[in-house]
Antibody, heavy 116, light 107 residues
């Protein structure tokens, strides 16, 4: 069965970076793009960007350009999302999701807390 | 960029009620729209894709309609497990965009 399993919760200080992983299983990793979506506590869903697992090509939300980097490791079927220069507003649950006419499968979410 | 305007932001309804949620796109997106349900503490779950196609395993009381710029999610005969927050998502062009969400609460 298709699964996207994310890394565990993180607590970071302002200005630091965080790297969240998303390991895919149960399907051909190269076939589907992986997107990242985040959700601040009590807020709505925010699209962050996407990576093509075959080529590594990425597209990012404009307001995150320069701070977000998405990469992949095809040998382990894992996608990574790194966010740098963290600020309190980046405190959120981060989700990876598989693209199929929108998103059909989601990771379980990773809580990133930015606090001094 | 395409903006998605979802309404209402919240509604109170009773079990058995019919509920309608609307999303409007700032420009035409054909039928590149999905509807998602999110319960507290859980990842979103897709209910509808391609504007009107019901996801496998989703109860038939959920339906979607629309094309271009106006889209609707309808829940006929609301059940207790349907109290949740609903989002639309446009995936016609980058940046993809969600509606602001509609919280369906018990009256």
């Amino acid at each position: 069965q298709v699964q996207l399993v994310q890394s565990g919760a993180e607590v970071k200080k302002p200005g630091a970076s965080v790297k969240v992983s998303c390991k895919a299983s149960g399907y051909s990793f190269s076939t589907y793009y992986i997107h990242w979506v985040r959700q601040a506590l009590g807020q709505g869903l925010e699209w962050m960007g996407v990576i093509n697992p075959t080529t590594g090509e990425t597209t990012y939300a404009q307001h995150l350009q320069g701070r977000v980097t998405m990469t992949r490791d095809t040998s382990t079927s894992t996608v990574y999302m790194e966010l740098s220069s963290l600020r309190s507003e980046d405190t959120a649950v981060y989700y990876c999701a598989r693209r199929t006419s929108g998103f059909d499968f989601w990771g379980q979410g990773t809580l990133v807390t930015v606090s001094s | 960029d395409i903006q998605m305007t979802q309404s209402p932001s919240s509604l109170a309804a009773s079990v058995g009620d019919r509920v309608t949620i609307t999303c409007r796109a700032s420009q035409g997106i054909r039928n590149d729209l999905g509807w998602y349900q999110q319960r507290p503490g859980k990842a979103p779950k897709r209910l509808i894709y391609a504007a009107s196609t019901l996801e496998s395993g989703v109860p038939s009381r959920f339906s979607g309609s629309g094309s271009g710029t106006e889209f609707t999610l309808t829940i006929t005969s609301l059940q207790s497990e349907d109290f949740a927050t609903y989002y639309c998502l446009q995936h016609n062009s980058y940046p993809w965009a969600f509606g602001q969400g509609t919280k369906v609460e018990i009256k």
